[in-house]
């Protein structure tokens, strides 16, 4: 049998946010969502902006879900009938009426780092017919962060005069880096991390489509991910925890790091497909935050560069995804550069 083509939505064997039944957290903005339907307010455009891996795409299948089926839910949930026609025309991305915009594989197998603007381009023709079941059209964008200028720009235009019963639902990491003009014709719902609690009720429902979780370790995995249950699994799978830990280390160490130490890491993330690269990479920029924020101050660390640096590791992070390289090489160049902006 012949390796499943990649989806950038998609983590390891996880099932894929349309795919997600285990609706967890963000009940604000469940609630919200049924009340404006019930209201007959729904926003047209709803951008839900929050850290990676807390559940925005699921949501938003969710949100899709409920609106599809005409609110076929009891009381005031939004969580449908996973029986229902309209969830499993979603979850196999078959249903007429829903256009969903994201990375897929090219015709190398590979997935691209954007969006390809010729795909963005489908919504006018989406909007601009009639929706087949005579009800909504939705469409999900995941993520907006992977789209350049030019799709941002096919997309705006249906955003500034939307169709009667139309729903956009936007995915984005980080909203505030996203064109005013977006931002300004959507309803912002911004998500907070899961609690470790939560983050472990998620990992729970992945476990029996992933059977190789460490259950045992769940606990550990939750309270380190920051509320990111897409971290969690990455910590989760295979060397993920040890190298957050050891890349802590050395985080705290700088500017004197021990070389030895770093060629280790550099070794045991060199030929990983998984996700420890994802557990080193997110721990770099935990790291980061930290201190950009004030959350953390080591002894003699001055990050004079940090944007410099934040966008050196991910770019290295994006890089080593699309092009396949050398995770060694990757590591050793983003240590090189923490070394350089901690310094006085």
Not at 6 to 33: C, K, W, Y
Not at 62 to 89: N, Y
Not at 293 to 322: F, H, I, M, N, Y
């Amino acid at each position: 049998m012949s390796e499943a083509a990649p989806e950038g939505d998609r983590f390891g064997s996880a099932p894929a946010p349309r795919e997600n039944r285990h609706l967890i957290g963000h009940e604000e903005a469940q609630a919200m969502v049924r009340t404006a339907w019930d209201a007959g307010r729904l926003p047209h455009a709803l951008l839900l902006g929050g850290a990676e891996g807390i559940g925005k795409a699921t949501l938003a299948y969710a949100i899709a879900r409920f609106v599809l089926s005409g609110g076929a839910t009891p009381g005031h949930s939004i969580v449908v009938d996973p029986d229902h026609p309209a969830a499993r025309q979603i979850a196999a991305l078959s249903h007429p009426d829903l256009l969903v915009l994201r990375r897929t594989p090219n015709d190398a197998g590979k997935l691209p780092a954007m969006i390809p603007a010729e795909t963005v381009r489908r919504v006018r023709s989406f909007f601009g017919s009639t929706a087949a079941l005579g009800g909504w059209r939705v469409c999900v964008v995941d993520t907006l962060d992977e789209m350049n200028a030019q799709g941002a720009n096919a997309l705006l235009k249906t955003l500034e005069e939307p169709p009667a019963r139309s729903l956009f639902l936007l995915v984005s990491n980080a909203p505030g880096r996203l064109l005013p003009t977006i931002r300004s014709r959507c309803r912002s719902v911004p998500l907070r991390p899961l609690g470790t609690d939560q983050v472990v009720e998620a990992l729970e429902g992945f476990a029996g489509s992933m059977p190789d979780l460490d259950r045992s370790r769940f606990g550990e995995a939750a309270a380190a991910s920051g509320g990111s249950v897409r971290e969690a699994l990455a910590l989760l799978a295979g060397d993920g925890l040890a190298v957050r830990n050891a890349t802590t280390v050395l985080l705290d160490a700088l500017p004197q790091v021990d070389a030895r130490a770093l060629h280790a890491l550099g070794e045991k993330l060199q030929g990983d497909r998984g996700g420890a690269f994802e557990s080193f990479v997110g721990t770099v920029e935990e790291w980061l935050s930290d201190h950009a924020t004030g959350r953390r101050q080591s002894a003699g660390v001055r990050l004079a560069r940090l944007p410099e640096v934040w966008d050196k590791v991910r770019r290295a992070a994006v890089d080593a995804d699309v092009y396949n390289l050398d995770r060694k090489t990757l590591v050793l160049r983003i240590f090189a550069s923490l070394n350089e902006a901690v310094r006085p």
